[in-house]
């Protein structure tokens, strides 16, 4: 058996489900889930379908083709088709925090979190050994003002040598390049420790506690060149007080970006997420 | 324009999808939205899907019953079909509290209600000067154990006379009886003041006091024979500590309870419930 | 039986605690509650204690003084001391909105709201029917460029009139005078429908719709000059998608305004509010 | 400087509070937080303080022994005085779920958990190489009805032999035996997950997914003998819908689990929770 998911956007138009649904129907398969979004404001459609094939001759490079040439084109769609049997290739970039990293590490040993895990990059060295620990490999590329050219190449280097799919940054303290952000677009999910749009940038919890917020949160996002501007993915939030310290909130915080950022690749491993304007439209 | 809203279910199989939203299309419905879910366990299928219709020509009936012929049968579904002109009639029922029927007018007056209230029913007459505040009829009927078939009678006088389609009670402190619930299965909202199952019967506060909970919750569900186990439409919660009395939970779980009640109103009024094997599907 | 109310802060020094509550208990009060916070970045010390006194020659301005005489001015404390005998009279604005002015009558008729209520005053006519209703008296005072002192001076003149003893803008949709803020200081309560400190200013869950935020929030705070940067009294939050609408999110934040607004209120007429540095210390 | 944490509980009466604090007071200490709560139902009076004493000469002995004359005795106190130099001793017992054992010794190597651990005991070896990466000592206690008394008297020994102060019972799915409830009474706690009173008992998801529950929730308590009937530390929920299969509950799960417990535990060691009657008062 084989099962696919298919994500697509186009212009709203009458009659894309009939069409895409009667044409899996025609190749045998059977929708076991399907969701859509429509955007009034711009006129979009969205979808998202999960498809199991069980015949044996099911071939899915022809099904691939048949569909651009008879439902993505027709339509002008933008889409993606991805085969459950795929182990999507997830990096994983860290500073110095390490309860982002053993929270992802223990979801993956535990076999939730359903990635391939090729390196633990830093621009520090203390985490190793607990990439040893979970016998990941950890490359150490330090990341200066002095050597940020170097290090971007040596980090796209990695990414495709290893031929990643998709970047983590758990807590990593350093910005991204554009270069890496152009190649992985909508591809880099990043944990920010604040409810974003409040407190973007550095230290959002000393910036929470000077507002004397009753709330603070987490966000997880795409990274895009604006800094913690890019599309939201998923936030939580949890309750503190006027006894909460600085450091309160941060310990308090670090459950937050534990969830948070492990909800936020679930759903990107899922095929979940699609991006539209900045904005991302999350299938249930 | 006409928009109608369909509801469906039968025994899974492959097609269903492809076969509904080709026979919409073909009409000439424009699909706005569609949601599935196949409870695996029972192999059952769901659906709800919103069409418009702009075409002059659009006939109801005959949709429906083109409907019935082609795409229900076949299917053997069970199924509903909707028109958003339609106003559903609301009967609301209440004793002696009026937290939720305060909230619940205040809804409507607004317009956020999207109902018609033909009277509220209570066996006492405490809350007559709110109903006339509100200029909606108010029938008091009593109900002790002497006169419950007279009472009964009465209701039942009543619901059919304003040709009520469903019943909220709303803080209604008296057994509903039988050939009420069957008269209207799956169509009497109740709201329960905890977090079923935890707490079913009398006192619930009480019993979560001396249990000593860190949460108390509300759930509004569909009234069945069984009390307080029939189908849960919407629950919520909200923390409690040792320092709360049990007069400081009632008055906490007020506000659980007018907020549980009315989503649970509104999922219904907006034709978002389906009710299989005493669980309800809440389409998004 | 006499309940007093006593708030206090100081600068933090050793032996207030053990001070204060001795000249309690010599006064043969029996302390029921205390509660203590202290702000250890500024070197403050907060308290909130109440206490009751069941002897029949307990006197309360003497009390007061000598606690002025002994305590108070020694530690050179800024301190309150209310009796639970006095209702607080409330002063409601309003300008269309119904929402959060149909839930506090609600909360008020039911006696969950332990205030009185002088008047509604509001710079439309629309609400009135609503007043009348529940027989609080309507005060209609327009307000545009042009009569801004007039009316600054009418809201003035009848808030000393009716010896007003704080204000609760019920999503008023007028700027507040600065004489009014200078006269009503951390007296004045608003509601504003967003997690502060996103989304300051007007049309909130039209910036919320436009970012893809997961998440909405209502914070209660006290005016001062700045706008939407008052003292955080209370907030909370509640969970949308990608498919909520702006309207959604308005029908959504409704529910959301109502119980923060009453929540902060209730805090503030129980006196467990405290501010300092631009932050509320809330007792539990 | 000392810090010490006192804890105390007995019959309500006038005069407690400035008894203590004027105690600390005299003694030279500087009460830096101070909470109470009076039962009232029982007319019992329960209090914590922090307080620090910065001069050389303290002796905490000496000042334990005349706290015991001077305030304890007089007032029937039960009470607890720890000295924050105290690292408590936390055994962690497992069976094959590792979600929780990954969190707890995440936290403890950050130094979020400030105990020592002196080993991990299991009635399965497959979690050995987990202790074994965090340099933990592992003990396999295997236990079937045959070997019950052999393994409760091993368990035993390990726990005196390494002076442990408390145990957490992390997914631990093993009947814990009398003896071992006694003899550590109010300090065993376990993760249970559900919503307790809910669910009470084996196969939790089972029975939340049967009942058709929106929201699913984990429950920290300490252990008594009653199963799964023990004062309840910390709560909390999350929400799930007719889509989630009994699977995706036991994964939503798993992150609830992992924080209530975690913050029962942390509230244990802050010595910030008190027994009484079944039911905790739990400090701020």
């Known amino acids: 058996m084989t099962k696919i998911t298919i994500l697509i956007h186009c212009k709203d138009t009458s009659g894309i489900i ?36 069980v015949h044996d001759n099911f071939d899915l490079e022809s099904f691939r083709s048949e569909f651009k040439y008879r439902i993505a084109e027709p339509y002008q769609m933008k889409w993606q088709l991805h085969s459950d049997d795929y182990r999507p290739k997830m990096a994983i970039f860290v500073s110095k925090y390490d309860h982002c990293l053993y929270d992802l590490l223990g979801r993956y040993n535990s076999g939730e979190l359903k990635v391939d895990i090729p390196f633990i990059l830093s621009n520090h060295p203390d985490l190793k050994p607990i990439a040893e620990a979970f016998k990941i490999p950890f490359f150490h590329v330090p990341y200066t003002k002095e050597i940020s050219q170097e290090a971007q190449i040596k980090q796209l280097q990695l990414l495709e040598q290893h031929q990643v799919d998709f970047i983590v940054l758990a807590r990593y303290m350093q910005i991204i390049s554009t270069a890496l952000i152009e190649r992985y677009e909508n591809k880099i999910i ?24 009753k709330i603070i949160g987490a966000t997880s996002h795409y990274v895009t060149k604006e800094l913690d501007a890019g599309p939201i993915i998923e936030q939580d939030v949890t309750r503190v007080t006027h006894a909460h310290s600085i450091e309160d909130m941060v310990t308090k915080g670090r459950d937050l970006e534990k969830i948070v950022l492990a909800r936020g690749i679930k759903l990107h491993v899922d095929r979940k997420t699609m991006v539209y304007n900045n904005k991302t439209i999350i299938f249930s």
């Open 18 to 53: 009939a069409s895409v649904t009667s044409f899996i129907h025609q190749n045998q398969g059977n929708i076991i889930y399907i969701d859509q979004h429509v955007d009034r404001q711009n006129g979009i459609f969205f979808m998202r379908s999960e498809s199991e094939f």
């Open 190 to 213: 990043n944990i920010h420790h604040s409810f974003l749009p409040a407190f973007v940038g550095a230290k959002p919890y000393h910036s929470a506690y000077k507002r004397g917020v």
